[in-house]
């Protein structure tokens, strides 16, 4: 960035606006993201009032939501106790409590349960005090309260929807839309704009000109202003119009992000392409933020002018006014009324007090202390879950974990959705061990598949991929045709996408392809497994994938890894697990990754730690890593020694359909293969498992009866063409659990946890420690924040319902026929997930802990702002800590009593009530 | 047969009444049971349509009509119900029920635990009680009753979420299109009652010769061209013909499965049917043919030069379509009225698969392997290189905001509604002139 001094004032407004719009990825590269992640300098209520403001949003659940869990003892008294104990750590300055002459506590208490509603003429209480009614509409006879709503208004846009109901979606989206949605097209439509290269700007012009003939009357008059500038740079219009409606220099920046927020999903994309063009789905078209904030500003002001014309009205007038509710006796009363009877206060107490002080405590409760109760029900209801959880794994007796002997470990990824398929396997076997690593396991690659030959990046979108590692054949004569056919299809596919939406070609296509295309479709809708089935039959029938592997030679800078980094790569994982020495036989790497159909969010359920792409190249590229006998001397000198007989073998787990892949078995040798064949017999039954466990989630009955049911039951729905909801994702994660496995061996977690395995008694200096937290929690708080905010409030944080999205430009998905570009994730993603911050527990030595947040600039921010919650267990002093007031105390938490089961299916088949945890064994 | 046929139009009726009932009773079916019936109903229904097309086959074609007691009768003169079952008739009814058969099927999962699931299986059998009246019907007075039933259901869906406001707004724009192009029919029909006393299409044809030879006693051809250019005008507006094509591409508000049967398959193609059941009175007036010939090409170059500026997925989906069925009205007035049919059904079955699919559309590009990063995808049509590179980049302008349909038809609709313009600007006056003049008198008094 340029130096703040060489920029002029728009320039520096307009770089806080940029940094403020919505971050998202074109689809095709969708990653979890704290959408909020410019205001985690704020403490997280501050931030979500500012950004509620700015995305019209609710940042929490409605009081009503939060009320109903009360009611169904998803709160307890005791959490809302607890909950405000916590909330009062940053907010205990109340006016109002003072007035009422109320302990703090007991004020927000009563607040959390009053039934407060003014200012509302559709809900009006029951009088049933009469005397107390007297005494309030006394006190406020000839009473006003002028509430402003917001501070000087500089747009016109609300002033027409309230009094002329015209509003903005109808007459100036469609246009914006249109236009932006052809420019940034990266090739969905049939001609790609041929402004593309000349800019946006230029664009706009131009299509300014033919409009000004044959648009509307508000058009007319666009075309006559962008005329009367004369080729002036946006920038300078942007400032010309900006004075002329004569907003004060303090307000543009507001002014800019509210009509940017109109659009917020256009804008956050064009921001995108701007800034980071490598994220275009295919090539970034040469757009600046600036050409399209003075698009915006010069068709709104020309709708204003219109309007204005229309309706004769005086613009100047409307800019800068100043809108006020005022609140007249009856309704005072009402207020006061309603009051006095939530707080329990007596009837003197009015007469003591004045009028107006009267009136300034209505104010108060109407503003601030509104804001305060949605806050401290969700404290409340977060508290609830805390407490469960940190009473399950404190108290979870980790002496019942024998030392057994090793048959195989086996390596996962940290995501929450692998922690049931751990625990099945560990029940079905508890002498397989397993890991929670991140599930590129280390390797910062872009890699080239044999079957689209497309670099992705198969790592974290935080690393910027270093090498470029290319899947290729075994023996290149057989994978030649194989290529060919494939470049065929992918061109044919391609030409027919284009053919069949014109006329002359779309007419030969519909006739040779019409009919036919009936079966397919009748297929796929009716027996979408089977049909899956029989295509890759077919598929395999015509040109067999052939046979191949992953080339990791170090042929030049960017590609390929020496075996000393490779060495260094292995190292980093295997010490993350704690292994130095005991190796087991067999060592299996599961990354994973999710199938499902005709799904635009398809990259939000993948490995989020390989940039939402499947992790199988990281896992094969891996285990050739660690096979490799030199790798394994240089390891040697590491302190790591790989005992000859140990091999690793690379895997992959679907986490939709709950089938597990190897790769290159060919290089196993024969006399493991006995021993293999067990261990993939206990996954695959553990998968069974795991499918069956997942099934309680949906409301399949037979599927939630019968494992063997519920294993076809999740494939179908992968392949199911129908299907909105393949899978629930990453719904109900909240915690993350870094430590020991022997941490929640045997702890029912309800798929709620990110695990991640992390041994403090190797790693003195901590040094692992940070690899491990930093590769893995601030994933993990993206994950949790990206679905608590689609989760609040769908329609303005999330995108909405999966049912009539329509996709545009292959950057995202539009409602409708025309849209805003929606951000965030769909509804039907979302729907069983509860709003919870991150909970992050650590076992390891406290001051280890303390040292990588407190210098970790992100991570710091996080904590001390509230964005995720910390807790520490210190093995060396046996005690637990949790962060609290920006410091680590001591951890005082009442023991709930778990219930015991023996198995995780015998688990399911008796649950009875929703409880989260559980002891298992 | 005629069980056959009469049951086509009495499961999803009677289906329709439970629902309706059910509903006033406020029974709140659960949505398994719902699904489930409809899956019933919908094997049920095409099994029907199948036997009825395989018995009309094994016929050889002949065309089977169903006669039921007047509907109204007023002296001489009925209204009659009669329906017909023909090749046509049974092509269409069959493909309605198998793709509405896949819709449910699709919806069952794709609109679980949504509220609207109900209204959705409400609309959609109403659908295809219209379209099998339709189908079947013998005279405009019933294709009447089908079709509204068709439009209602269409334009419902379209506002299917119904508490936003875009939603509305376009299901407004279609009603709007939809009523007016209804008038055609009426007005047809009523001609047709008045000069023809029927207007059964197969009574027509016959009638024709006589009123051809007493040309001047009748009214004769420009009478007979009216009720034909009323047709027309009726068929236009399903299927998005110019210049009623601008509320379709905006109609793609509901959730998809709604798009693809409606906008993809069967409502667009009720223009072409309508055109195909009256084509052996149109075949005696070359001047309807070349109309209806020009409005299909024109709509067809229109809606393809427009759609290939589309950039989403759905709306170019939508002028893709009405391309291909301005081809098909392009077809029927050249009397391959087979073909037509051929083309309707594979365009209706292409169109919904690419519907359905049409969320998938980005995971396809990114996992095609001719789509590279950094090159954008090479589409241009040689074709297009012959005219000046200025002159394509306006053109593109143009196309994108669709030639200006709207803008035109203002003018036009501006142009009609002069008289009443004219007429309200005098009223204003006069009551002006009234005011002062009553004032007059008044302050005399």
């Known amino acids: ?921 | 047969m005629e069980h056959l046929f009469l049951s086509l139009l009495l499961i999803p009726f009677s289906w329709i009444v439970f629902l309706g009932l059910s509903f006033f009773a406020r029974m709140d079916l659960p949505e398994r049971f719902l699904s489930e019936s409809v899956k019933w109903m919908s094997i049920l229904t095409s099994l029907i349509s199948l036997a009825l097309s395989i018995l009309v086959i094994h016929n050889g074609s002949l065309p089977i009509s169903i006669n039921y007691p007047a509907w109204i009768q007023v002296g001489d003169y009925d209204f009659k119900i009669r329906f017909i079952i023909d090749l046509l008739g049974s092509t269409y009814a069959l493909l309605t029920c198998l793709l509405i058969g896949i819709i449910f099927r699709f919806s069952r999962n794709y609109l679980h635990k949504e509220e609207g699931y109900f209204r959705f299986i409400f609309l959609l059998t109403t659908l295809m009680l219209g379209l099998n009246i339709v189908s079947f019907a013998r005279s405009l007075d019933l294709i009447f009753a089908g079709w509204e039933l068709v439009g209602t259901a269409s334009v419902l869906l379209i506002g299917y979420f119904y508490n936003q406001s875009q939603p509305v707004r376009h299901s407004l724009k279609a009603v709007v299109s939809y009523r007016f192009c209804d008038m055609g029919i009426l007005a047809a029909a009523a001609w047709a009652h008045h000069y023809m006393h029927t207007t059964d299409f197969v009574e027509i044809p016959s009638l024709l010769h006589n009123i051809h030879l007493q040309e001047s006693g009748h009214g004769g051809v420009v009478a007979m061209t009216f009720i034909g250019l009323f047709i027309i005008w009726a068929a236009l507006a399903k299927s998005g013909q110019l210049p009623f094509s601008s509320w379709l591409p905006a109609a793609m508000e509901g959730p998809t499965p709604s798009s693809a049967i409606f906008y993809g398959a069967l409502s667009v193609h009720l223009g072409p049917f309508l055109l195909l059941r009256f084509y052996s009175f149109f075949e005696h007036f070359p001047l309807l043919l070349w109309t209806i010939g020009i409005v299909g090409a024109l709509s067809a170059l229109y809606a393809t030069a427009v759609g290939r500026t589309r950039s989403d997925a759905k709306t170019m989906l939508a002028f893709a379509t009405i391309s291909q069925v301005g081809i098909i009205w392009v077809e029927i007035s050249l009397g391959f009225t087979k073909f037509a049919l051929f083309h309707i059904v594979a365009h209706a079955s292409l169109r919904t698969w690419q519907f359905l699919r049409s969320s998938s559309l980005i995971q396809d590009f990114f996992e095609n392997p001719v789509v590279q990063e950094n090159a954008l995808i090479d589409r241009k049509l040689s074709i297009e290189k012959i005219v000046s590179r200025s002159f394509r980049r306006r053109f593109y302008v143009h196309a994108l905001h669709g030639f200006h349909l709207d803008y035109f038809s203002g003018k036009i609709l501006e142009g009609l509604s002069w008289p009443i313009r004219t007429y309200i600007e005098f009223e204003k006056k006069w009551m002006k002139i009234n005011n002062s003049l009553m004032m007059f008198i008044f302050k005399k008094r």
């Open chain 1, 1 to 921: 960035m340029t130096d703040a001094k060489d920029l002029s004032p728009l320039e520096v407004i307009l770089e806080k606006v940029r940094a403020k719009l919505p971050i998202q990825n074109p689809l095709h590269s969708f990653v979890h993201n704290n959408i909020l992640m410019m205001f985690e300098g704020k403490e997280f209520h501050e931030a979500l009032a500012d950004a509620g403001a700015l995305y019209r949003a609710n940042s929490y659940w409605s009081v009503e939501k939060y009320k109903q869990k009360y009611v169904e003892n998803k709160i307890t008294m005791n959490d809302v106790n607890l909950g405000i104990d916590q909330y009062l750590l940053h907010y205990n300055n109340s006016e109002t409590a003072k007035m009422l002459n109320l302990d703090l506590k007991d004020f927000y208490l009563r607040l959390m349960f009053a039934d407060i509603a003014f200012n509302d003429d559709e809900i009006q209480p029951d009088i049933e005090d009469r005397e107390l009614w007297e005494a309030c509409a006394q006190k406020m006879n000839g009473q006003e309260l002028i509430l402003p709503q917001g501070g000087k208004k500089y747009r016109a846009k609300a002033y027409w929807e309230k009094y002329y109901n015209e509003s903005l979606a109808a007459s100036t989206h469609p246009y914006v839309i249109k236009l932006i949605s052809s420019f940034l097209d990266q090739g969905q439509s049939f001609w790609s704009n041929p402004f593309v290269k000349k800019g946006f700007w230029a664009f706009f012009i131009d299509d300014v000109e033919v409009v000004r003939k044959y648009g509307t009357e508000w058009q007319k008059i666009l075309a006559k202003k962008v005329n009367a500038y004369n080729g002036l740079p946006p920038k300078q219009i942007i400032e010309a119009e900006l004075s002329r409606i004569n907003i004060p220099m303090e307000s543009w920046e507001n002014y800019l992000l509210e009509l940017l927020f109109d659009l917020k999903g256009w804008s956050g994309m064009v921001n995108k392409l701007e800034t980071e063009p490598w994220q275009a789905t295919v090539q970034a078209p040469n757009i600046k933020l600036v050409d399209f904030i003075a698009a915006l500003i010069l068709v709104e002001t020309s709708l204003d002018e219109y309007h204005a014309k229309l309706h004769s009205t005086d613009l100047a007038m409307i800019y800068g006014r100043e809108e006020t509710i005022s609140l007249r006796s009856f309704h005072l009363s009402l207020a006061l009324y309603q009051i006095v009877r939530a707080f329990n206060v007596p009837i003197p107490w009015i007469e003591k007090l004045s009028s107006e002080e009267l009136v300034t405590l209505i104010k108060n409760v109407d503003s601030s202390e509104k804001e305060h109760l949605v806050r401290l029900w969700h404290e409340a209801f977060e508290n609830h879950f805390y407490r469960e959880a940190l009473s399950a794994i404190v108290s979870h007796d980790r002496s019942n974990n024998k030392v057994t002997p090793t048959d195989a470990q086996v390596l996962f990824c940290i995501d929450d959705r692998e922690e049931s398929i751990r625990r099945h396997l560990e029940e079905i076997n508890p002498n397989i061990k397993t890991f929670g690593v991140v599930g590129f396991f280390g390797i910062d690659m872009k890699f080239s598949s044999l079957k689209h030959k497309r670099l992705i990046a198969q790592c974290p979108p935080v690393i910027q991929p270093s090498r470029i590692v290319r899947e290729v054949p075994k023996n290149t004569k057989n994978a030649e045709s194989f290529l060919k056919l494939n470049q065929l299809k992918g061109m044919s596919d391609l030409s027919l996408y284009y053919m069949s939406r014109t006329l002359v070609r779309g007419f030969l296509s519909t006739l040779i392809l019409g009919v036919v295309s009936i079966v397919p479709m009748f297929l796929q809708v009716f027996f979408p497994k089977q049909s899956k089935g029989f295509r890759e039959k077919f598929n395999h029938f015509v040109s067999p994938l052939p046979e191949s592997e992953i080339s990791l030679d170090h042929t030049d800078e960017r590609t390929g890894y020496t075996k000393k980094e490779m060495a260094k790569i292995v190292e980093a994982i295997i010490s993350m697990c704690g292994l130095k020495k005991e190796f087991s036989k067999l060592v299996i790497l599961m990354g994973h990754g999710s199938t499902s159909n005709n799904n635009p969010f398809k990259q939000a359920y993948g490995c989020g730690a390989c940039g939402g792409n499947a992790g199988v190249p990281n896992s094969r590229a891996f285990a050739k890593m660690a096979n490799d006998p030199e790798v394994r001397i240089h390891l040697e000198a590491a302190g790591i020694s790989i005992p000859k007989e140990t091999y690793v073998v690379s895997g992959f787990h679907d986490t939709c359909t709950d089938e597990i892949h190897f790769f290159d078995l060919e290089f196993l040798p024969e006399s493991y293969l006995e021993e293999f064949a067990k261990i993939r017999s206990y996954l695959q039954e553990a998968c069974k498992l795991n499918a069956f466990e997942r099934c309680q989630r949906f409301s399949l009955p037979r599927a939630k009866h019968d494992p063997e049911f519920a294993i076809k039951h999740v494939r179908e729905r992968a392949e199911d063409l129908a299907q909105p909801r393949p899978e629930y994702g990453h719904s109900t994660n909240a915690l993350a659990i870094v430590g020991l496995r022997d941490l929640t061996k045997g702890l029912f977690l309800n798929r709620r946890s990110f695990l991640l395995t992390y041994d403090w008694k190797i790693d003195p200096q901590g040094e692992i420690l940070q690899q491990v937290i930093l590769g893995g929690i601030p994933v993990a708080v993206n994950i949790n924040m990206d679905y608590y905010f689609s989760c609040v409030d769908n329609d303005n944080f999330g995108c909405g319902s999966k049912l009539p999205l329509n996709l545009t430009s292959l950057l995202g998905v539009m409602t409708g026929s025309s849209s805003d570009l929606r951000i965030g994730l769909a509804r039907q993603m979302v729907e069983i997930h509860e709003p919870i911050r991150n909970m992050t527990i650590v076992e390891a030595p406290l001051e280890r802990v303390k040292k990588i947040f407190d210098n970790h600039g992100r991570l710091k921010k996080l904590l001390y702002n509230h964005w995720m919650r910390l807790c520490v267990f210190d093995p060396e002093l046996n005690e637990w800590f949790i962060f609290k007031e920006h410091e680590f105390k001591k951890l005082e938490i009442d023991i709930l009593a778990m219930k015991n089961y023996k198995t995780s299916v015998d688990l399911i088949n008796k649950k009875t009530s929703e409880d989260d945890f559980a002891e298992i064994g």
